[in-house]
T-cell receptor, first 112, second 113 residues
Framework: GAGVSQSPSNKVTEKGKDVELRCDPI?????LYWYRQSLGQGLEFLIY????????KSGLPSDRFSAERTGGSVSTLTIQRTQQEDSAVYLC??????????FGSGTRLTVV | AQSVTQPDIHITVSEGASLELRCNYS??????LFWYVQSPGQGLQLLLK??????LVQGIKGFEAEFKRSQSSFNLRKPSVHWSDAAEYFC???????????FGAGTRLFVKA
């Protein structure tokens, strides 16, 4: 597509429920990244994919967080047993080589 | 490990005045450096990037940044600020060995009439 698409744009969930966040990168972009932006904070790196593999998962906050990418395209970030501290905007970006990222508009997650 | 420091949490400038946003990085080799802007309610947009070569790089919207290796800095500048420049600005550093990019905490720019 023309840009990076994320869905849903907003998600309100109850504490303890699982959520799935989707990212559809720019066609042909081999690298895909997930970041988290909490209120008033910078961007916290979560994970990145090169193709379907994830060379760097170092930013995932706990084992409740997981991500996968299929077909070198769409990625899903899953948060199990959500907690209130998981509330944030989850940003996805894609890139071709190291030309800088193109970001999606994000998914605003609110855990109540 | 890479790190990025943006010393100013927020800055206020008058419309038409010049702007400089500071960024210091820590990285053992020549880094890839970026500035992104996040306007209210908008996603992040790449302003400019430095990989190698000329240390003064030009970006979109009239912004420029200068890489100074001796000072480990990559400050963003604009000669005349417009009200539409009010936004949050993020400096970022990427490693040459991989694709991971680390972002600073951001500097919020306010523009007064």
């Amino acid at each position: 597509g023309a840009g990076v698409s994320q869905s849903p744009s907003n998600k309100v969930t109850e504490k303890g429920k699982d959520v799935e966040l989707r990212c559809d990168p720019i066609s042909g972009h081999t690298a895909l990244y997930w970041y988290r932006q909490s209120l008033g904070q910078g961007l916290e790196f979560l994970i990145y994919f090169q193709g379907n593999s994830a060379p760097d998962k170092s930013g995932l906050p706990s084992d409740r967080f997981s991500a996968e990418r299929t077909g070198g395209s769409v990625s899903t970030l899953t948060i199990q047993r959500t907690q209130q501290e998981d509330s944030a905007v989850y940003l996805c970006a894609s890139s071709l080589e190291r030309n800088g990222y193109t970001f999606g508009s994000g998914t605003r997650l609110t855990v109540v | 490990a890479q790190s990025v420091t943006q010393p100013d949490i927020h800055i206020t400038v008058s419309e038409g005045a010049s702007l400089e946003l500071r960024c210091n990085y820590s990285y053992g080799a020549t880094p890839y450096l970026f500035w992104y802007v996040q306007s209210p309610g908008q996603g992040l947009q790449l302003l400019l990037k430095y990989f190698s070569g000329d240390t003064l790089v030009q970006g979109i919207k009239g912004f420029e940044a200068e890489f100074k290796r001796s000072q480990s800095s990559f400050n963003l500048r604009k000669p005349s600020v417009h009200w539409s420049d009010a936004a949050e600005y993020f400096c970022a550093v990427g490693s040459t060995g991989g694709f991971k990019t680390i972002f600073g905490a951001g500097t919020r720019l306010f523009v007064k009439a």
